[in-house]
């Protein structure tokens, strides 16, 4: 395995360990807490998902690029899904996801929506796409 693909595939691990860290244990496991009003375990996760924006960015940026460099058609092709995705998640779900935070936090009822479903959606074709990129390379499908 060369230097390049053994970077590519670390930097897919530490992907899914963040996505799993934060999206799927952290930030519904802050929820348990009882002795944290709604509104402040609402805000919490709203700067950690600011937060967790940035690093996204960061190892989607190097993946695009280290898949580019490859020039593996389906690490690029899943580099670009993955791409769309976060920009997706981060650019258009998550405003809106604050902006209802928001309005909660200011106590006001807000109506039921599917946006968290479709985030959470998602995030799970995203730990896909990130599997089949890393083991593109193990089966001949660069």
């Given at each position: 395995?060369?230097?390049?693909?053994?970077?590519?595939?670390?930097?897919?691990?530490?992907?899914?360990?963040?996505?799993?860290?934060?999206?799927?244990?952290?930030?519904?496991?802050?929820?348990?807490?009882?002795?944290?009003?709604?509104?402040?375990?609402?805000?919490?996760?709203?700067?950690?998902?600011?937060?967790?924006?940035?690093?996204?960015?960061?190892?989607?940026?190097?993946?695009?690029?280290?898949?580019?460099?490859?020039r593996g058609r389906?690490?690029?092709?899943?580099?670009?899904?993955?791409?769309?995705?976060?920009?997706?998640?981060?650019?258009?779900?998550?405003?809106?996801?604050?902006?209802?935070?928001?309005?909660?936090?200011?106590?006001?009822?807000?109506?039921?929506?599917?946006?968290?479903?479709?985030?959470?959606?998602?995030?799970?074709?995203?730990?896909?796409?990130?599997?089949?990129?890393?083991?593109?390379?193990?089966?001949?499908?660069?």
């Open positions: 395995m060369t230097r390049g693909a053994t970077l590519f595939r670390t930097i897919v691990v530490l992907y899914i360990g963040v996505i799993l860290g934060v999206v799927l244990i952290a930030t519904p496991a802050k929820f348990l807490a009882p002795s944290v009003s709604e509104a402040e375990l609402l805000d919490v996760g709203r700067q950690t998902f600011r937060v967790f924006a940035w690093v996204e960015y960061a190892f989607t940026i190097v993946l695009v690029l280290l898949a580019a460099q490859a389906v690490r690029i092709r899943g580099a670009v899904v993955l791409a769309v995705i976060v920009l997706l998640q981060h650019l258009v779900l998550r405003p809106a996801l604050d902006a209802r935070v928001g309005r909660i936090m200011a106590g006001e009822t807000v109506e039921p929506s599917m946006l968290h479903n479709l985030y959470a959606v998602c995030t799970f074709v995203k730990l896909i796409v990130l599997v089949v990129i890393a083991r593109a390379g193990r089966h001949g499908r660069r």
